[in-house]
């Protein structure tokens, strides 16, 4: 048992703890500092009856005052809504294509717009909507199924290649790995390479556009400028959704590509849907 002892210049007992011959003195704590905590424990057992405190399995205890930061913000969302309820309403019956002469639907479109992009879109196409390998880019003019904010607005809609929308846009490119032979494909390419302006073998690109002209040119056209009615993109210019070089237009025609876009039109509202096409829009690669 450790012996307490009592200083004699103090006459304060002792705690029994000693280091290097020092003593440590059993001093009372500053009254203060007991209130101080006294009145912590008090008000952190009244913030456990009057707030949200203990978790549960499915939640939390909701407290006297059932107060929750959630719905304050729930109920601050609210009130911004009843705020916009007219303009939302607008934005729902709006013809698009007269969109821009309402300057002040036009600016909550846009506003509300990029919130639903930065929400839905941007894990695919980019905050900035430049897009990626495989996930177009929404800043320039080439726009497979049309680029008026009508056409956008349908994309948006409906989907691309999605099964859950009969609507949905569809088009299926054969994987010609099944058609036709390593050395037709490599012609193929070549040929393709020459329509693209890149540089490509003459010998091979002539044997090329027979194949082309044979398997190709009934989606892409006789030139190679695509078509929007059955989704067959322009390969004369220099805008690749899955890259330009020889390997990656070799895999595309060997195993053929199927990029799927949701319907959003099954997760969004009509306003949300204008308002986001008008802002995909007004980004400036809309037509």
Same mark, same amino acid.
């Given at each position: 048992?450790?012996? +307490?002892?009592?200083?004699?210049?103090?006459?304060?007992?002792?705690?029994?703890? $000693?280091?290097?011959?020092?003593?440590?003195?059993?001093?009372?704590?500053?009254?203060?500092?007991?209130?101080?905590? @006294? %009145?912590?424990?008090?008000?952190?057992?009244?913030?456990?009856?009057?707030?949200?405190?203990? &978790?549960?399995?499915? #939640?939390?205890?909701? #407290?006297?005052?059932?107060?929750?930061? !959630?719905?304050? *913000?729930?109920?601050?969302?609210? !009130?911004?809504?009843?705020?916009?309820?007219?303009? !939302?309403?607008?934005?729902?019956?709006?013809? %698009?294509?007269? %969109?821009?002469?309402?300057?002040?639907?036009?600016?909550?479109? @846009?506003?509300?717009?990029?919130?639903?992009?930065?929400?839905?879109?941007?894990?695919?196409?980019?905050?900035?909507?430049?897009?990626?390998?495989?996930?177009?880019?929404?800043?320039?003019?080439?726009?497979?199924?049309?680029?008026?904010?009508?056409?956008?607005?349908?994309?948006?809609?409906?989907?691309?290649?999605?099964?859950?929308?009969?609507?949905?846009?569809?088009?299926?490119?054969?994987?010609?790995?099944?058609?036709?032979?390593?050395?037709?494909?490599?012609?193929?390419?070549?040929?393709?390479?020459?329509?693209?302006?890149?540089?490509?073998?003459?010998?091979?690109?002539?044997?090329?556009?027979?194949?082309?002209?044979?398997?190709?040119?009934?989606? +892409?056209?006789?030139? #190679?400028?695509?078509?929007?009615? *059955?989704?067959? &993109?322009?390969?004369?210019? /220099?805008?690749?959704?899955? #890259?330009?070089?020889?390997?990656?237009?070799? $895999?595309?025609?060997?195993?053929? !590509?199927?990029?799927?876009?949701?319907?959003?039109?099954?997760?969004?509202?009509?306003?949300?849907?204008?308002?986001? /096409?008008? @802002?995909?829009?007004?980004?400036?690669?809309?037509?």
């Amino acid at each position: 048992m450790t012996k +307490h002892e009592t200083d004699e210049e103090t006459g304060i007992d002792t705690t029994g703890h $000693e280091w290097d011959g020092i003593k440590e003195l059993n001093n009372p704590l500053p009254r203060w500092w007991l209130w101080c905590l @006294y %009145l912590t424990i008090i008000w952190g057992v009244g913030y456990m009856i009057a707030y949200p405190a203990w &978790p549960m399995i499915s #939640g939390a205890t909701k #407290g006297v005052l059932g107060y929750s930061t !959630r719905g304050e *913000v729930a109920a601050e969302i609210d !009130r911004f809504e009843a705020q916009n309820a007219d303009l !939302r309403a607008s934005l729902t019956e709006i013809d %698009l294509g007269v %969109l821009k002469d309402n300057p002040d639907l036009q600016r909550f479109a @846009y506003a509300n717009g990029a919130a639903v992009f930065r929400t839905n879109c941007s894990q695919c196409h980019g905050s900035g909507a430049a897009g990626a390998l495989g996930y177009p880019n929404l800043l320039d003019d080439d726009w497979l199924w049309g680029g008026a904010i009508q056409d956008i607005a349908l994309s948006i809609d409906h989907g691309i290649r999605n099964e859950t929308d009969a609507d949905a846009h569809w088009s299926q490119m054969p994987a010609y790995g099944e058609v036709l032979s390593s050395d037709e494909i490599d012609n193929a390419v070549q040929y393709v390479m020459q329509l693209a302006g890149s540089d490509f073998d003459v010998e091979m690109a002539n044997a090329g556009a027979v194949i082309f002209d044979e398997q190709c040119s009934a989606c +892409h056209g006789a030139d #190679g400028k695509g078509d929007r009615d *059955v989704g067959a &993109p322009n390969l004369t210019d /220099a805008i690749w959704l899955y #890259g330009s070089d020889i390997a990656a237009v070799t $895999e595309t025609v060997t195993n053929a !590509r199927f990029g799927v876009m949701p319907a959003w039109g099954q997760r969004l509202t009509r306003s949300d849907i204008n308002a986001v /096409a008008a @802002y995909v829009h007004g980004l400036g690669g809309g037509e």
